[in-house]
């Protein structure tokens, strides 16, 4: 049973850093590209980031380019989101996907397994 268990969420202050992490289980985390996702209240879920099998390749959407990383340990088979200078319009549930054998994507369709999500709330 595949299983992406986020934590990492709470409350921060705008300009602050949180640092989000999925360890995943019962797949073969090196063979799955990975990405979070996130959803405001009241609208869609949208792409954040995603990483390459290795981690060599990465892309996230113009809104968080030089503010979030995306990381990943495959030996500890774990993704990271590393958020800092936090704006209140980065509050969200931020979800963890993971897409088997095939290459990252922006699209949430392209995705095979999801974590539950973890709450980030900035304040103002």
């Known amino acids: 049973q595949v299983q992406l268990p986020e934590s990492g969420g709470g409350l921060v202050q705008a300009g602050g850093s949180l640092r989000l992490s999925c360890a995943a289980s019962?797949?073969?985390?090196?063979?799955?590209?990975m990405a979070w996702f996130r959803q405001a209240p009241g609208k869609e879920r949208e792409f954040v980031a995603v990483?390459?099998?290795?981690?060599?390749?990465?892309y996230s959407t113009d809104s968080v380019k030089g503010r979030f990383t995306i990381s990943r340990d495959n030996a500890k088979s774990t993704v990271y989101l590393h958020m800092n200078s936090l704006k209140p319009e980065d509050t969200a549930v931020y979800y963890c996907?993971?897409?088997?054998w095939g290459l990252g994507s922006d699209s949430e369709r392209q995705y095979d397994y999801w974590g539950q999500g973890t709450q980030v709330t900035v304040s103002s």
């Open positions: 019962g797949l073969i985390f090196s063979r799955n590209a």
């Open positions: 990483i390459s099998w290795t981690g060599g390749s990465t």
């Open positions: 996907a993971a897409r088997q």
